[in-house]
């Protein structure tokens, strides 16, 4: 069973820069794709951006330009390099683990625990 463990969650003022981290463990296989999707409260749960194992990246229209999402294979982390955040980003943020296709494109797969970010001055 695939494990997720996100780190680097936490407050920060408006404007600031946080850094996420996820790292897999329990996979015997490198993951179609893995990224981050946000709960802010009484909303549902949405993408942030996204990653496959070829590279190629999805990003939601909100955060373009300012969050980058990156991947080690070798290592099965992932990570989202947030800048210029806002109020709007506040949210818990989810690790997310497809390991096919198939389980992407339904948003079906594994996901982490969660880490609040919050922005606020």
């Known amino acids: 069973q695939v494990q997720l463990v996100e780190s680097g969650g936490g407050l920060v003022q408006p404007g600031g820069s946080l850094r996420l981290s996820c790292v897999a463990s329990g996979s015997s296989f490198r993951p179609y794709a893995m990224g981050w999707y946000r709960q802010a409260p009484g909303l549902q749960r949405d993408l942030v951006a996204t990653?496959?194992?070829?590279?190629?990246?999805n990003y939601a229209d909100s955060v373009k330009g300012r969050f980058t999402i990156s991947r080690d294979n070798a290592k099965n982390t992932v990570n989202l390099h947030m800048n210029s955040l806002n109020a709007e980003d506040t949210a818990v943020y989810y690790c997310?683990?497809?390991?096919?296709?198939?389980?992407?494109?339904?948003?079906?797969?594994?996901w982490g625990q969660g880490t609040q970010v919050t922005v606020s001055s």
């Open positions: 990653i496959t194992s070829g590279g190629s990246t």
């Open positions: 997310y683990f497809a390991a096919t296709y198939s389980e992407y494109a339904a948003r079906f797969g594994s």
